[in-house]
Every structure is written in structure tokens, then in C-alpha cells.
T-cell receptor, first 113, second 111 residues
Framework: NAGVMQNPRHLVRRRGQEARLRCSPMKGHSHVYWYRQLPEEGLKFMVYLQKENIIDESGMPKERFSAEFPKEGPSILRIQQVVRGDSAAYFC???????????FGSGTQLSVL | GQQVMQIPQYQHVQEGEDFTTYCNSS?????IQWYKQRPGGHPVFLIQLVKSGEVKKQKRLTFQFGEAKKNSSLHITATQTTDVGTYFC???????????FGAGTTVTVRA
């Protein structure tokens, strides 16, 4: 059973470009969470999704950020018109039963030049 | 909103010594979870505590959930170099869908 797969591992974007981060949850997991981590800081909740539904997006900026988890395919975190402050590690986690025992992917390190 | 706080932020330990890291929530938690993140790695689930006053052990690690279900602790005995990393506690509130993480305790070990 493959773990949570995130790609790309590293993403470099120039200011103003779009960043797309992908996350394939573990097989059988329908709950997906996105977290953001800055160096030497904790994990900041961004969004919680179930298949085709956004359950809680209270941690995600309303502008430029969006997330989806379609019926088929991976969950996508999209950041439009990136700025330097968006540089961070973005982790995806999945679980079979909501907020219990999250399984994390290896993360995507986004660098904005 | 709910806040989860951890102390200390950094823990420098001599190999073989014991130490404890503490986690406090501003609200009552339905459960408390602990994760470990190695340098350059991703968080890995260690354990979940659900009952008031619960104590669980994993080899040299002892986890405790407070009676009021608002605080928790992780005690590591005879620290080894493999214990290096950042330990996060995390908890949901009973009606909350998201897991709020503390800022973590980063552990370094002197051989």
C-alpha cells in the first residue's frame, strides 16, 4: 500500500506565476488535509477536503489560493500569482476517518524567486 | 480559536539523559496525537491518546493525557541519537474538523 504521494518534491516559481501542488492520498482514504510549514515553525492548517467537497478552508487565504479533491485524480492545491511570502513546505495528509492518525506525504518545497 | 502550545521549543539533551516536553491546549480536546518529524522529513504519527488521564508507552517514550484533557506530555528516557527531530502534539476540538498542531519541540542530542 503506497503512502501519501506528493509531487513535485521541489517547485521553483517566479513571482506572478502559478504553482500547482498535487497529492494522492493513501488507498481507501477519503479525507485530505493541506498544511503549510515555514522553517523552524509548526504546521499551519490550510484546508480539509473530502471527495469533491471542501469541508473547512478556514486556514487558507481567500485570495490566490484554492484547493480541490475531485472524484477522480489527486487533490490539487493551487496558488495563483505567487509571491515570495508563499515560499514554504506544503504537506498533504490523508486519513480514513477524519481527524485521526494523519498520514503525511513527503511535502512540496515551494521556492518563489 | 483553539490554540495548542508546546514547551520547550528547543531541547538539547546529553545522550543517555531523560527529558519531557509539554503540550497545552486552550480548549478541551477529544484526543491528543503526537507526531515526530526528522530533519528534512515529514511528520510521522506516533500515538493517539483519548481517555482522561491515559498513559501509553512506546519503548523509551511515555505519553500522558491530562485529567482535564487539555494537556499532554511526552517523556523520553535514556535519549539516543535516533531521538533527534521535532515532536509535535496535535488535537482537534470535539466539534472541529481540523487538527491543530503545536509549534513543536526540536530535540538535539549531544553524544
Amino acid at each position: 500500500n503506497a503512502g501519501v504521494m506528493q509531487n513535485p518534491r521541489h517547485l521553483v516559481r517566479r513571482r506572478g506565476q502559478e504553482a500547482r501542488l498535487r497529492c494522492s492520498p493513501m488507498k481507501g482514504h477519503s479525507h485530505v488535509y493541506w498544511y503549510r510549514q515555514l522553517p523552524e515553525e509548526g504546521l499551519k492548517f490550510m484546508v480539509y477536503l473530502q471527495k469533491e467537497n471542501i469541508i473547512d478552508e478556514s486556514g487558507m487565504p481567500k485570495e490566490r489560493f484554492s484547493a480541490e479533491f475531485p472524484k477522480e485524480g489527486p487533490s490539487i492545491l493551487r496558488i495563483q500569482q505567487v509571491v515570495r511570502g508563499d515560499s514554504a513546505a506544503y504537506f498533504c495528509a490523508s486519513s480514513p476517518r477524519g481527524v485521526e492518525k494523519l498520514f503525511f506525504g513527503s511535502g512540496t518545497q515551494l521556492s518563489v524567486l | 480559536g483553539q490554540q495548542v502550545m508546546q514547551i520547550p521549543q528547543y531541547q538539547h539533551v546529553q545522550e543517555g539523559e531523560d527529558f519531557t516536553t509539554y503540550c497545552n491546549s486552550s480548549t478541551t480536546l477529544s484526543n491528543i496525537q503526537w507526531y515526530k518529524q526528522r530533519p528534512g522529513g515529514h511528520p510521522v504519527f506516533l500515538i493517539q491518546l483519548v481517555k482522561s488521564g491515559e498513559v501509553k508507552k512506546q519503548k523509551r517514550l511515555t505519553f500522558q493525557f491530562g485529567e482535564a484533557k487539555k494537556n499532554s506530555s511526552l517523556h523520553i528516557t535514556a535519549t539516543q541519537t535516533t531521538d533527534v527531530g521535532t515532536y509535535f502534539c496535535a488535537g482537534p476540538t470535539p466539534n472541529d474538523y481540523k487538527l491543530s498542531f503545536g509549534a513543536g519541540t526540536t530535540v538535539t542530542v549531544r553524544a
